[in-house]
């Protein structure tokens, strides 16, 4: 059944109930009111009446002539013989009279059309008094027919302001629901019609319009992630294909006679430097697959100054003659001790490999009320500027141009981005200001 149907017959039954409830009870109580006002002028009547003296019959055609309301009298002998007394009223049949009698009350009582009233005269016999209910009854249909027009009325002037109130309503349910199925059948572009105000329906357009915002994004975030992977998974097919295909090169050259020694330990040399360089390449995709698949980080208080300074000594260490300058604040911050030296590790490995001993290189840490922000600078060549727009990706492939003389694997940068990630903070790549190279920024929240 449709939400249309539902309200208007809803509608329908609490006006029905309501009007029939209340318009019952006014026509109820209208012509009990009527009924008891007759009973008590009858009653006043009967109690005119002489049952002990020899003139009671008199008593009555006196009470009757003097009735303000239109009432029979008649008298029944011990015998069962009916004598009328006073006709104003209705006509009173010898049945009809027997029939009364047997009642035996002492009260007015309602039988059939009539109001009736017996009284035992203490000389012998009985007196029925009968007045008419035809007038009161007809009243009473007037009323019920009165009260059925008012129904209909008030159910048709109801339905039309139901109507009236929820059309517009209507209307935007009707658009959702269609904006909804176009969007259960794959539309996303659907657009979900926008309703001012502070009503259910307002609420309801508001929340769908966000959950398909929301599920837009998560739809581009899982094609895009999607597409990082395909992308990666190509890369590393690639690195790991070529060291291959030289190894086998080399070790089909070797099968043949005509190579000499020098030859010979020379194309070992090469195979040896493949395998290693495959080996660095495997290594960094478990460390980026153990960073991915780490539940929780293991927070401890680290002193960020000790790792970042240890991280300098062991850059100069690789090149002594580079110069390495260092700006840290004293700062402890629970994080992960082991992802953050493996920061910086990446970060000095890559300066080490693609940046000349006589270029210098920076560290720096500082801190603020909410976060520590650590530099990583160099004065190289630094990077192109499409790859300072584009970032990094723990899945997309840094510097596919990198040199393979350099040892190294064209990883490390995508291992940062996820360690930062992973850390709760995030990695920047900019141009260095004072140094002209790279400048590797990591913001993590204290």
Same mark, same amino acid.
């Given at each position: 059944?449709?939400?249309?149907?539902?309200?208007?017959?809803?509608?329908?039954?609490?006006?029905?109930?309501?009007?029939?409830?209340?318009?019952?009870?006014?026509?109820?109580?209208?012509?009990?009111?009527?009924?008891?006002?007759?009973?008590?002028?009858?009653?006043?009547?009967?109690?005119?009446?002489?049952?002990?003296?020899?003139?009671?019959?008199?008593?009555?055609?006196?009470?009757?002539?003097?009735?303000?309301?239109?009432?029979?009298?008649?008298?029944?002998?011990?015998?069962?013989?009916?004598?009328?007394?006073?006709?104003?009223?209705?006509?009173?049949?010898?049945? !009809?009279?027997?029939?009364?009698?047997?009642?035996?009350?002492?009260?007015?009582?309602?039988?059939?059309?009539?109001?009736?009233?017996?009284?035992?005269?203490?000389?012998?016999?009985?007196?029925?008094?009968?007045?008419?209910?035809?007038?009161?009854?007809?009243?009473?249909?007037?009323?019920?027919?009165?009260?059925?027009?008012?129904?209909?009325?008030? !159910?048709?002037?109801?339905?039309?302001?139901?109507?009236?109130?929820?059309?517009?309503?209507?209307?935007?349910?009707?658009?959702?629901?269609?904006?909804?199925?176009?969007?259960?059948?794959?539309?996303?572009?659907?657009?979900?019609?926008?309703?001012?105000?502070?009503?259910?329906?307002?609420?309801?357009?508001?929340? !769908?319009?966000?959950?398909?915002?929301?599920?837009?994004?998560?739809?581009?975030?899982?094609?895009?992630?999607?597409?990082?992977?395909?992308?990666?998974?190509?890369?590393?097919?690639?690195?790991?294909?070529?060291?291959?295909?030289?190894?086998?090169?080399?070790?089909?050259?070797?099968?043949?006679?005509?190579?000499?020694?020098?030859?010979?330990?020379?194309?070992?040399?090469?195979?040896?430097?493949?395998?290693?360089?495959?080996?660095?390449?495997?290594?960094?995709?478990?460390?980026?697959?153990?960073?991915?698949?780490?539940?929780?980080?293991?927070?401890?208080?680290?002193?960020?100054?000790?790792?970042?300074?240890?991280?300098?000594?062991?850059?100069?260490?690789?090149?002594?003659?580079?110069?390495?300058?260092?700006?840290?604040?004293?700062?402890?911050?629970?994080?992960?001790?082991?992802?953050?030296?493996?920061?910086?590790?990446?970060?000095?490995?890559?300066?080490?490999?693609?940046?000349?001993?006589?270029?210098?290189?920076?560290?720096?840490?500082?801190?603020?009320?909410?976060?520590?922000?650590?530099?990583?600078?160099?004065?190289?060549?630094?990077?192109?500027?499409?790859?300072?727009?584009?970032?990094?990706?723990?899945?997309?492939?840094?510097?596919?141009?990198?040199?393979?003389?350099?040892?190294?694997?064209?990883?490390?940068?995508?291992?940062?981005?996820?360690?930062?990630?992973?850390?709760?903070?995030?990695?920047?790549?900019?141009?260095?200001?004072?140094?002209?190279?790279?400048?590797?920024?990591?913001?993590?929240?204290?």
């Amino acid at each position: 059944m449709r939400l249309t149907t539902k309200l208007f017959l809803s509608t329908a039954t609490l006006v029905t109930l309501g009007t029939a409830a209340v318009g019952v009870s006014t026509v109820a109580v209208n012509y009990s009111s009527e009924v008891k006002t007759l009973a008590t002028a009858m009653n006043r009547d009967a109690s005119l009446i002489d049952v002990t003296s020899y003139d009671a019959l008199g008593d009555a055609l006196a009470v009757g002539q003097e009735s303000d309301v239109p009432i029979s009298i008649a008298f029944v002998s011990s015998g069962g013989l009916v004598t009328l007394i006073h006709d104003d009223g209705p006509k009173v049949s010898e049945s !009809l009279a027997l029939e009364l009698l047997r009642s035996k009350r002492s009260t007015s009582f309602e039988h059939g059309d009539f109001l009736a009233r017996t009284l035992k005269l203490d000389t012998g016999g009985d007196l029925v008094m009968v007045s008419s209910l035809a007038t009161i009854k007809g009243n009473l249909n007037r009323n019920l027919i009165a009260l059925g027009l008012l129904y209909v009325g008030v !159910l048709l002037l109801m339905l039309t302001l139901t109507w009236l109130a929820l059309r517009k309503d209507m209307r935007s349910i009707k658009r959702l629901n269609a904006a909804a199925t176009a969007i259960a059948s794959g539309d996303l572009e659907a657009t979900i019609p926008r309703k001012r105000g502070n009503s259910e329906i307002a609420e309801l357009a508001r929340s !769908l319009d966000s959950m398909v915002d929301r599920l837009q994004t998560a739809i581009s975030v899982e094609r895009e992630s999607k597409r990082s992977i395909e992308s990666f998974i190509g890369d590393a097919s690639h690195e790991l294909r070529t060291p291959l295909t030289v190894i086998r090169g080399y070790s089909e050259l070797l099968k043949t006679a005509k190579a000499d020694q020098k030859f010979k330990n020379a194309a070992l040399d090469k195979i040896v430097g493949e395998v290693d360089r495959m080996s660095r390449l495997v290594e960094d995709l478990l460390l980026l697959a153990r960073i991915g698949q780490k539940p929780d980080v293991e927070r401890t208080p680290v002193n960020v100054e000790d790792v970042a300074l240890t991280a300098a000594e062991n850059l100069s260490i690789l090149g002594p003659k580079r110069k390495v300058t260092h700006k840290l604040d004293q700062v402890t911050l629970d994080t992960d001790r082991d992802l953050l030296t493996q920061f910086f590790a990446n970060a000095i490995s890559n300066i080490h490999r693609y940046v000349p001993v006589s270029k210098e290189a920076a560290i720096s840490v500082t801190k603020s009320s909410k976060s520590v922000t650590i530099k990583i600078e160099d004065a190289g060549a630094g990077l192109p500027s499409e790859f300072y727009k584009a970032g990094l990706s723990g899945f997309q492939r840094f510097d596919p141009k990198h040199s393979k003389t350099s040892g190294g694997t064209g990883l490390g940068m995508n291992i940062m981005g996820s360690i930062a990630e992973h850390l709760g903070g995030e990695v920047k790549l900019s141009k260095s200001r004072t140094l002209g190279g790279l400048c590797i920024t990591l913001k993590l929240p204290r």
